[in-house]
């Protein structure tokens, strides 16, 4: 069993930058492909990003695709969430996953519990 705990949210204003990490415990870390998930008020949960086992293959959602960074340290067993350029649009709650390599919510078994990430205009 694979406990997520992410970190790095907060208040920023459009332009800024924030680095979301995902901490994960267990030893088995490296055997999961990771993802990252954003759910805005009223919204369906969305897909942000995703990583394979290895780290050398990723794949984001157009609505992020070149201001934002996956990446993962599997001997520091952390994921990252690198967001530049961020927009008022971004606001959601984000919440990592570790699962198999997929955009599909169904497809992760655990979920960190969500870390708020607010942009102002």
């Known amino acids: 069993q694979v406990q997520l705990v992410e970190s790095g949210g907060g208040l920023v204003q459009a332009g800024d930058s924030l680095r979301l990490s995902c901490a994960a415990s267990?030893?088995?870390?490296?055997?999961?492909?990771m993802g990252w998930f954003r759910q805005a008020p009223g919204k369906e949960r969305e897909f942000v990003a995703r990583?394979?086992?290895?780290?050398?293959?990723?794949s984001y959602a157009d609505s992020v695709k070149g201001r934002f960074t996956i990446s993962r340290d599997n001997a520091k067993t952390t994921a990252y969430l690198q967001m530049n350029s961020l927009k008022p649009e971004d606001t959601a709650v984000y919440y990592c996953?570790?699962?198999?390599?997929?955009?599909?919510?169904?497809?992760?078994?655990?979920w960190g519990q969500g870390t708020q990430v607010t942009v102002s205009s």
């Open positions: 990583i394979n086992v290895y780290g050398d293959r990723t």
């Open positions: 267990g030893h088995t870390f490296s055997t999961y492909s």
């Open positions: 996953a570790a699962g198999r390599y997929g955009v599909s919510p169904a497809l992760y078994d655990y």
